[in-house]
Structures are given as C-alpha cells and as structure tokens.
Nanobody
Framework: QVQLVESGGGLVQPGGSLRLSCAVN????????AVWYRQRPESERAMVAAITSQGATNYADSMRGRSTISRHGNNNTVSLQMSSLKPEDSAVYLC?????????????WGQGTQVTVSS
C-alpha cells in the first residue's frame, strides 16, 4: 500500500532553516509531482510550494525566495527547504503527491509535520 511519510518538522528560532521531506514508502513507486501545503489553526490550508512532473516549480508569494522544493532520491522523495523562517510560518505542513502506481497517477496525502518558529 502506498504511503507518504513526512519528516523534518520541529522547533526552530526565527531566521532559522528547516528541510522537510516527503517520501513514498518502498522503491516501487515514483513521485511525479507534489504540492506542499500548510495549515494553521483556524485557517484554511494554503499552498506553499509545488513541483510538476517536468520539474517546474511554483511558490506562494510568502515563501518565494525563502524556500526550495525539489524531487530526488530516484524521485521517491520530495523536499522543501525553508530558510529565514518567521513565526507566521508556524503550521502543520502537509505533502500531497502524485505517485505513479501501476501505470496510473494516484494522489496521496502525508500525515503532516509540525513546524514551530519561536524564540
């Protein structure tokens, strides 16, 4: 069964950096595209960064210049490198990825990882 496993969240001071990862379990499947979202309490889920199957990337205005989304590890992992973090970046970060399964693209969500930016 396909699962996305997220890691890399935690507590970081303002101005710090974090690298979030979203990995598909096993070596049988490939992540073709992915979107990182974040959700703050009492707020709607918002797109942070996206990468297409061709490698094109897009970022929310609030994260452009402070984050980089990339696909690596034989295309079974998508990472989000974030820097110059601010308290308002605190949220649960979730990965949604299009995974090639049996010749078809199916979309899955990770479980989320908490990012807290605080001194």
């Amino acid at each position: 069964q396909v699962q996305l496993v997220e890691s890399g969240g935690g507590l970081v001071q303002p101005g710090g950096s974090l690298r979030l990862s979203c990995a598909v379990n096993g070596n049988r499947w490939t992540i073709l595209s992915a979107v990182w979202y974040r959700q703050r309490p009492e707020s709607e889920r918002a797109m942070v960064a996206a990468i297409t199957s061709q490698g094109a990337t897009n970022y929310a205005d609030s994260m452009r210049g402070r984050s980089t989304i990339s696909r690596h590890g034989n295309n079974n992992t998508v990472s989000l490198q974030m820097s110059s973090l601010k308290p308002e970046d605190s949220a649960v970060y979730l990965c949604n990825a299009g995974v090639l399964v049996g010749g078809r693209i199916q979309y899955y969500w990770g479980q989320g990882t908490q990012v807290t930016v605080s001194s």
